[in-house]
C-alpha cells in the first residue's frame, strides 16, 4: 500500500496486483476511517453504477426483531435535513437515473445506475446523497410508524397471500432450527409489530458506520477522477466500533431426512426439492468449495446439465430440473436439487427419475468431457458479465462475505483448477448423506 497525498488528507490507495487470470481489473481503495473502495472501469457506455454494501442483514439482527435491517433499508429512504423523504428518489430520476435496495440474511444493498456527464456531476451528486445518509439519517416516529405498515403489508403480499410463502418458510425453518437463516428475511408478523423509532435509530447508529461498508463502482470512470470525490463525501466520517457478527450454530442431523408437502388450490403445478447440507467459503473445512459450483453447473446448472438433458430434453418428464448451490454467504446453506412435473406424467415418476440421477452420479461419478463443458460455461457467463456494470458489483459484493480481491480475480483459475475426482469427491461427500430437507408441492385435490 501506498500512501496518496494529491488529493488532499492521507487515503490509503492499494491498486490491485494482477492475478494469474484477471477478470474485472479492478482498482481498491480504503478510506482512513475503514471503507472499502472498488473500482472496476467499464467505458462501454457512458454509465456508473454504485453499490454501498453495508455488512448486515437479517442475521444480525435482534432476536426479538428479525427483520429490523429490512425496516431500515426502507427507513434509509426517509430523508436528512439536507435531502428530505421523498427528495432522494426524485433528485435521481430526474437525471434519469434508476435506484434499488435489498436486504439478504447478510447484506443490506444501495444501488443507483446512473449517466456519466462530463463534469461527473450525475456521480457526485449520488456520492454525496450517500454519504449524507450513512451518517445523518433522520428517524421521524410518524414516519417510522407508516413504514412499519407498508412492511407489513409487503410481507402479505410476498409471504402471507402467496401460495408458496408457506411452503419458503416452513422449508427454511427445517433447513436452520436455530440458526438466523431459518427465518425469512422480512421477518414474522410478531417481530415487526416489535419495531419501535428508537430500535431502528440504535440498529443504524450501531452497523451504519464507513468501517462496515464496501463502496462498489463500475463504469465510465478512472480512479483519479473517482478518488477525490469520494474523500470530499465520506472522509469526515468517523469509523465506530463494530458489533461481532455472532450466530448460533445448528446441531448436526446427518443422516436425518425432513420431508414436507405442501398443497394449495392455488397452485397448479407439482414440484420436488431436495436439499443437501453443505460447506461454503467460510466453513474451516472449505474444499469442496470450487468442486461444488462445478458440480452444481454439470448436474443442473443449464441445458448442457445431465437433469436437464435427461428429465426435460430426453424423456419430457419434467418441464425444469435444475440443481442450485447456495455459496454466497457468511454462514454455510445448502446445495438443491428442484424439478417440475411434466402434467402428462406421474409425481412418482419424477421423483424416481431424479433419485436415479443421483444414485448415477454418485456410483459412477463424471466424466472429463463433462468438467470440460461445466468449466467452459461458467467461464463463459464470466465474460459475459463483464458486458455490463452489474455482474462486476455482484462479483465485489463477495467482499462482504469474506473473500478477497484477489481470490474474486482468481475466479477463472480456481474454477480450471478443479478435477473430476474433486467433483466426485465433493458429490459423495455431500449428496451421499442424503438430503437434508425433501419437499414437494402439489395442486390440492379436488
Not at 261 to 288: L, M, T
Not at 315 to 324: F, T, Y
Request: proline letters at 5%; aromatic letters at 8%; a neutral charge.
Amino acid at each position: 500500500m501506498v500512501k496518496l497525498s494529491t488529493i488532499g488528507m492521507s487515503l490509503m490507495l492499494a491498486l490491485s496486483t494482477p492475478a494469474v487470470s484477471e477478470i474485472f481489473k479492478p482498482k481498491t481503495a480504503k478510506l482512513d476511517n475503514g471503507m472499502e473502495i472498488v473500482l472496476i472501469e467499464n467505458h462501454l457506455a457512458p454509465v456508473v453504477s454504485v453499490a454501498l454494501v453495508y455488512k448486515v442483514g437479517t442475521a444480525d439482527d435482534p432476536v426479538d426483531m428479525i427483520g429490523l435491517s429490512h425496516f431500515l433499508e426502507h427507513l434509509m429512504f426517509k430523508g436528512t435535513h439536507k435531502v428530505p423523504a421523498g427528495a432522494f428518489k426524485e433528485k435521481i430520476i430526474s437525471k434519469g437515473g434508476l435506484i434499488n435496495a435489498y436486504t439478504t440474511q447478510d447484506v443490506t444493498v444501495y444501488r443507483c445506475d446512473i449517466a456519466v456527464e462530463n463534469d461527473l456531476g450525475n456521480l457526485d451528486m449520488v456520492l454525496g446523497i450517500e454519504a449524507d445518509r450513512m451518517a445523518n439519517l433522520i428517524f421521524d416516529e410518524k414516519e417510522t410508524k407508516a413504514e412499519q405498515k407498508v412492511v407489513m403489508e409487503e410481507r402479505r403480499m410476498r409471504l402471507d397471500n402467496n401460495p408458496l410463502g408457506a411452503a419458503y418458510e416452513t422449508i427454511l425453518r427445517s433447513l436452520f432450527k436455530y440458526h438466523p437463516y431459518g427465518i425469512p428475511t422480512i421477518g414474522y408478523p410478531q417481530h415487526i409489530e416489535a419495531y419501535t423509532n428508537e430500535a431502528a435509530k440504535n440498529h443504524y447508529h450501531k452497523w451504519y458506520t464507513p468501517n462496515n461498508a464496501v463502496l462498489i463502482i463500475s463504469g465510465d470512470v478512472t480512479l483519479d477522477k473517482l478518488l477525490p470525490i469520494v474523500q470530499k463525501h465520506f472522509n469526515a466520517i468517523k469509523a465506530r466500533p463494530i458489533p461481532q457478527r455472532k450466530r448460533v450454530k445448528d446441531p448436526v442431523d446427518k443422516g436425518v431426512t425432513q420431508e414436507i408437502r405442501i398443497q394449495s388450490p392455488r397452485i397448479s403445478f407439482v414440484n420436488f426439492d431436495w436439499y443437501y447440507r453443505a460447506p461454503n467459503h467460510n466453513s474451516s473445512k472449505n474444499e469442496h468449495y470450487y468442486p461444488l459450483i462445478v458440480l452444481s453447473q454439470i448436474l443442473g446448472g443449464n441445458a448442457n446439465s445431465r437433469l436437464y438433458k435427461e428429465l426435460v430434453d430426453k424423456s419430457g418428464i419434467a418441464l425444469e430440473a435444475s440443481a442450485h448451490y447456495e455459496d454466497e454467504s457468511i454462514d454455510p446453506k445448502h446445495f438443491e436439487i428442484t424439478a417440475t412435473l411434466h402434467p402428462d406424467y406421474q409425481p412418482e415418476e419424477l421423483k424416481a427419475a431424479v433419485e436415479k440421477q443421483v444414485k448415477l452420479l454418485l456410483d459412477k461419478g463424471i466424466t472429463k468431457e463433462e468438467l470440460k463443458i461445466a468449466q467452459r460455461d461458467l467461464l463463459a457467463g464470466l465474460a459475459f458479465a463483464r458486458d455490463g456494470n452489474s455482474g462486476a458489483i455482484n462479483a465485489f459484493k463477495r467482499l462482504a462475505f469474506g473473500f478477497t480481491v484477489a481470490e474474486i480475480e482468481r475466479y477463472p483459475e480456481l474454477i480450471r483448477a478443479v478435477t473430476v475426482e474433486q467433483v466426485n469427491a465433493a458429490a459423495k461427500a455431500i449428496l451421499g448423506g442424503g438430503a437434508s430437507v425433501y419437499s414437494e408441492v402439489h395442486p390440492e385435490k379436488s
